[in-house]
T-cell receptor, first 113, second 114 residues
């Protein structure tokens, strides 16, 4: 079974600085998708960024980018120029070829003004 | 379209009672997922549907839990004879088969069992 591990329960970053959230996963598949989702307090989970495993180029969405290392099964999220609104729980997720999703336990990000 | 909606948002019940949650997915989405989330944890898979067919159900899911999606549109999740351990946030998400497959989540239904 696929597993997703987020080893940082909590992280903090100064406003305008950069922070990297870590994620590793375990799979025997070669074709899959990886996602980072953001869950603000008491609000719904929203997609931050996605990465297709067959693409070597790292995905980027404005201030958010990933470092995808397929051989190492690593998928970290970098947030640049952190803003107060970035404070949330961040979940790494793996989507298998069978369209099943597996989530990590999350990283709580605090942004310090 | 207003996204995935869930009802009720909060439910407080006594142990032993039955509860039902409803999820209305994004209208063109043919896949619908139910997850359970407890404090400090990531979403835990419960079950999912493709159209009206329930394709997979978690092995960890007690037989007190049942889900339906009768017309391939909205879905209901029923918990019978609730226990205190059922207290959690129940999340619904939908996706479109054939797309990049990302999940669109509702705001969740929080269950408290006293």
């Amino acid at each position: 079974a696929q597993t997703v591990t987020q080893s940082q329960p909590e992280m903090s970053v100064q406003e305008a600085e950069t922070v990297t959230l870590s994620c590793t996963y375990d799979t025997s598949e070669s074709d899959y998708y990886l996602f980072w989702y953001k869950q603000p307090p008491s609000r719904q989970m929203i997609l931050v960024i996605r990465q297709e495993a067959y693409k070597q180029q790292n995905a980027t969405e404005n201030r958010f980018s990933v470092n995808f290392q397929k051989a190492a099964k690593s998928f970290s999220l970098k947030i640049s120029d952190s803003q107060l609104g970035d404070a949330a729980m961040y979940f790494c997720a793996y989507r298998s070829s069978g369209n099943q999703f597996y989530f990590g336990t999350g990283t709580s990000l605090t942004v310090i003004p | 379209d207003t996204g995935v909606s869930q009802d009720p948002r909060h439910k407080i019940t006594k142990r032993g009672q039955n509860v039902t949650f409803r999820c209305d997915p994004i209208s063109e989405h043919n896949r619908l997922y139910w997850y359970r989330q407890t404090l400090g944890q990531g979403p835990e898979f419960l079950t999912y549907f493709q159209n009206e067919a329930q394709l997979e159900k978690s092995r960890l899911l007690s037989d007190r839990f049942s889900a339906e999606r009768p017309k391939g549109s909205f879905s209901t999740l029923e918990i019978q004879r609730t226990e205190q351990g059922d207290s959690a946030m129940y999340l619904c998400a939908s996706s479109l088969l054939g797309s990049t497959g990302e999940l669109f989540f509702g705001e969740g239904s929080r269950l408290t069992v006293l």
